[in-house]
T-cell receptor, first 111, second 117 residues
Framework: EDKVVQSPLSLVVHEGDTVTLNCSYE??????LLWYKQEKKAPTFLFML??SGIEKKSGRLSSILDKKELFSILNITATQTGDSAIYLC???????????WGLGTSLAVNP | GAVVSQHPSWVICKSGTSVKIECRSL??????MFWYRQFPKQSLMLMAT?????????EQGVEKDKFLINHASLTLSTLTVTSAHPEDSSFYIC?????????????FGPGTRLTVT
């Protein structure tokens, strides 16, 4: 059965800290991995990763994929209170183009 | 670009009534839209895949007669929760794929919070 596992499930840090969120997967016919940020409403797209070892970067956020070890990490440097959210990882697999979602990591950044 | 809207953003209805939720792609044509529901502190659960001009594909365990999906145009899909019950109370989110931006990225609407009393 295809699955996506995120860790940790929750995390509390102070402003300015750097955090690393993990996403591991076991799927057949992997196509791509996506990261989303969800605050009070629907998820907003962060990154899509398809190739190993190529870092995607957007401001203080960056992400990389390891297709050999079947995981991805999402890094946030110099965290701010506005980074507080649930970070969701999802994987496209198989021929049916459906996303398989992890449970998310709930990040709280305290001032 | 790639903006998806949903209406209403929240709705309260009485048990036994039906509720329609609209999902629109505002600046692109979406041949495929997805409907999810999310319970508190849980991840997104795909309910169905909606293809313009054809019947929706429902996930296992989702009652198609209860959750009616219509995708009549390239910019609009609707989800109707028929004969709603309190256990249908949830956060319903739609997403759409923009074919011009690739096969894998999905853009989400803001969600609709349904409360059935």
């Amino acid at each position: 059965e295809d699955k996506v596992v995120q860790s940790p499930l929750s995390l509390v840090v102070h402003e300015g800290d750097t955090v690393t969120l993990n996403c591991s997967y076991e799927v057949t016919n992997f196509r791509s991995l996506l990261w989303y940020k969800q605050e009070k409403k629907a998820p907003t797209f962060l990154f899509m990763l398809t190739s190993s070892g190529i870092e995607k970067k957007s401001g203080r956020l960056s992400s990389i994929l390891d297709k050999k070890e079947l995981f991805s990490i999402l890094n946030i440097t110099a965290t701010q209170t506005g980074d507080s959210a649930i970070y969701l990882c999802a994987v496209y697999a198989g021929n049916n183009r459906k996303l398989i979602w992890g449970l998310g990591t709930s990040l709280a950044v305290n001032p | 670009g790639a903006v998806v809207s949903q209406h209403p953003s929240w709705v309260i209805c009485k048990s036994g009534t039906s509720v329609k939720i609209e999902c629109r792609s505002l600046d692109f044509q979406a041949t495929t839209m997805f409907w999810y529901r999310q319970f508190p502190k849980q991840s997104l659960m795909l309910m169905a895949t909606s293809n313009e001009g054809s019947k929706a594909t429902y996930e296992q365990g989702v009652e198609k007669d209860k959750f009616l999906i219509n995708h009549a145009s390239l910019t609009l899909s609707t989800l109707t929760v028929t004969s709603a019950h309190p256990e249908d109370s949830s956060f319903y989110i739609c997403s759409a794929r923009d074919p011009d931006r690739g096969l894998y990225e999905q853009y989400f609407g803001p969600g609709t919070r349904l409360t059935v009393t």
